[in-house]
């Protein structure tokens, strides 16, 4: 039977272990805020058309930032031996795992989620897109966080994982960006937004219930041989 | 039941032996598949009212869709048997499968551009199938990349397999969300919501086309996967033999 055990303990223990680094928790948000900035640089300052992109660049940004953020997912646990301490243990791991993750989402997609008006106000997105905006980053940064441990995971013991993560983990991303960056869309122009979100929480669901397992199954693999 | 023959695919030295004797006979049939249907849909099936010539196309083009997306299934499948069963071999047909069915997508991408630039007036189209196809080619490029990234060609064989098993749960969920984007940003230009019914005449080609590349599909992934075993079983006795026979054959017909 699969209980909580070690739920609570790993998510303390990695905010814990963030709290020390700082820095690390700030440098996705700086990314995101800065490459979204460099999108109106590059194309046009025009608000009418930033206004039609605006949710997809927020997005497409949120991704990457998740993206970097996740290679140091289980890269100190791997490298300092605890995580092989964790896999020895003679209880399942999903639940740590599980609270890793939602560490590494209470860290990045979290915050993430919180600044995300202010790129809105940069890019001149419509003040009804702001909070179906921030509800879709809120879910969806959820799949994008357990993915994302997925990749990392498969990658941990790489020397230079971290852009093989990308690799793999971004065509598994297409549906989250899609329902995503929809659910701003929609409000935007005057639809119901919330379907496109209940979409996203099912995918949430589904990737809260599978993907721990196969990050459990994965880490036994790369880590023990 | 009896799981025997189970069993014995798990052997790749009964796997080598046992395809040496019917491969040639499946390649003569791919052969003739592929040339005839080739030549049917080529030279003899008519024109299409609307498209010309350019519609034959659809002869390269469906069978490989169709062995691209069923490969990447079978690559999985194989990836889980061996995954569960621990089995060598079928480590090796996953392994073997990535590039063939890599090569395969690309090539529907390719026809399919050659052939939307003079009906669809350009190369790309972001049509929810195309997209499909181009995030297909994307999963196996990652399954690749995966494959060739450790040391260890256990821990690959392992981790692909898993990645691919990953890759088969959100094909739906993938193909459904690009369908349903695909009707919320429908160009107006394009209509090309029902593929107009087929003449028998233009079909029957068609089939013998995706025979054909069934049967393509299997040697070329026997004959890889043969090389594959070769390869990894090159210390046993049983593969020196063999290649001691081969040489004294050529060396013998060479005098």
Partial sequence: MISNTGFWAFLRRDLLLINRRRGEVASPLIFFIMAATFVPLATTPDAELLKDIAPGIIWVMALLATLLSAESLFASDYQDGSLEQLLISPQLIVMPVLGKVTAHWLTTGLPLTLVSPLLGLLLSLPTDGYLPMMAGLAVGTGCLSLLAALGAALTVSLPKGGLLLTLIVMPLYMPVIIFGSATAQYSIQGLAWTGPLAILGAMLALAIALCPLAISSVLRLTTIN | ?255
Avoid at chain 2, 64 to 77: K, V
Avoid at chain 2, 161 to 189: C, E, M, R
Avoid at chain 2, 198 to 226: E, K, N, T
Avoid at chain 2, 228 to 239: F, G, H, N
């Fill in chain 2, 1 to 255: 039941m009896n799981w025997n023959w189970f069993y014995r695919m798990g052997s790749p030295r009964w796997f080598y032996e046992s395809t040496s004797r019917w491969l040639p006979w499946l390649a003569a049939l791919t052969f003739v598949l592929l040339a005839g249907g080739l030549v049917w849909g080529l030279a003899f099936a008519p024109q299409d009212a609307k498209q010309g010539n350019s519609f034959r196309i659809i002869y390269l083009h469906v069978p490989a869709s169709f062995l691209a997306l069923a490969g990447y299934f079978l690559m999985a499948t194989a990836g889980a048997i061996g995954l569960i069963w621990k089995m060598k071999l079928s480590y090796m047909v996953m392994k073997c499968a990535a590039p063939l069915g890599a090569v395969l997508t690309f090539l529907a991408l390719f026809t399919g551009a050659v052939w939307g630039k003079p009906t669809w007036g350009s190369y790309w189209v972001w049509d929810a199938r195309v997209t499909s196809m181009l995030i297909l080619l994307f999963l196996y490029l990652g399954v690749l990349a995966l494959q060739y990234a450790f040391d260890s060609k256990d821990v690959g064989n392992k981790a692909s397999a898993i990645l691919a098993l990953v890759g088969t749960v959100n094909i739906p969920i993938i193909y459904k969300s690009v369908d349903w984007w695909f009707t919320l940003h429908q160009p107006a230009t394009i209509r090309f919501t029902e593929a107009p019914s087929m003449h028998p005449d233009m079909f029957q080609p068609l089939l013998v086309m995706i025979l054909g590349f069934y049967c393509f599909y299997a040697v070329a992934l026997i004959l890889s996967v043969r090389v594959e075993i070769l390869a990894r079983e090159r210390k046993t006795s049983w593969v020196r033999e063999r290649v001691k026979q081969a040489t004294q054959n050529t060396l013998g017909a060479g005098l």
